[in-house]
Nanobody
Framework: QVKLMESGGDAVQSGGSLRLTCAVS????????WGWYRQVAGKEREGVAL???????RYGDAVQGRFTISQEPDKNAIYLQMNNLKPEDTGVYYC?????????????????WGQGTQVTVSA
């Protein structure tokens, strides 16, 4: 079983930056797609970014050009660099993993989820 632990969430002002980390344990074996999602209470979960084991990335329209997803396999970690943050980026951010198959923000069948980390952006 794969466990995911997010960290790096914080309260920042509009225009600020944060880097979120998703720590994977005990290993990445049989996981081929890695994603970041966010959710605000009362709203549907929104796909933010994903990266495949081969390095292909995809981003949600709302974060394109501002967020960057990356991976560091040797450290069993996935990162989300968030720049030029806006109040609408506020939410709980979750990382997720999937096995072989479609690696897509809308269609992937995610196998594992972390507990989430809170990001709050004030105007």
């Amino acid at each position: 079983q794969v466990k995911l632990m997010e960290s790096g969430g914080d309260a920042v002002q509009s225009g600020g930056s944060l880097r979120l980390t998703c720590a994977v344990s005990p290993h990445r074996y049989m996981r081929y797609c890695w994603g970041w999602y966010r959710q605000v209470a009362g709203k549907e979960r929104e796909g933010v970014a994903l990266i495949s084991v081969g390095g292909t990335t995809r981003y949600g329209d709302a974060v394109q050009g501002r967020f960057t997803i990356s991976q560091e396999p040797d450290k069993n970690a996935i990162y989300l660099q968030m720049n030029n943050l806006k109040p609408e980026d506020t939410g709980v951010y979750y990382c997720s993993t999937a096995g072989p198959g479609i690696c897509d923000l809308r269609e992937t069948e995610w196998l594992d989820w972390g507990q989430g980390t809170q990001v709050t952006v004030s105007a």
